[in-house]
């Protein structure tokens, strides 16, 4: 798994100054509706020109609008929950920075106003 290249003066290999995350060439936006559970479907095919499977493992990067709450799921809807203790649950985490999915799981997002979301998608595996 390498996040990093090295230099590499061939324009074929995409290589970066010194070290450095590669850029990702698969990003989604949306502004989410308050209250309402939005969905997205991770890419199968994630990558610098690398063809994944369902089952290869790509790593969803998050960015918020300032000052949003946002509730990430995987699989299962959104949702901020009304309980007072601290219970198990699959129904979200609050800004996720990044989460580690595959391809075809359905991600879902719930904001409690209206804001923006990217999501960028690294292949790693």
């Not at 920075?97 to 804001?115: I, P």
Request: glycine share 10%; hydrophobic share 40%.
């Amino acid at each position: 798994m390498s996040f990093v290249t090295n230099w590499l003066s061939y324009p074929n290999t995409r290589g970066v100054s010194a070290w450095g995350q590669k850029p990702s060439n698969l990003i989604r936006s949306a502004r989410l509706a308050a209250t309402t559970d939005t969905s997205l479907t991770v890419p199968s095919l994630v990558g610098m020109g690398k063809g994944l499977t369902t089952n290869s493992s790509v790593l969803a990067v998050f960015g918020y609008e300032d000052a949003a709450t946002v509730f990430v799921a995987n699989g299962v809807s959104a949702d901020p929950g009304t309980d007072a203790a601290f219970v198990t649950t699959k129904s979200g985490v609050i800004n996720p920075a990044s989460l580690t999915v595959k391809g075809g799981d359905v991600l879902h997002f719930y904001a409690l106003s209206q804001k923006y979301v990217t999501v960028a998608f690294y292949a790693v595996g």
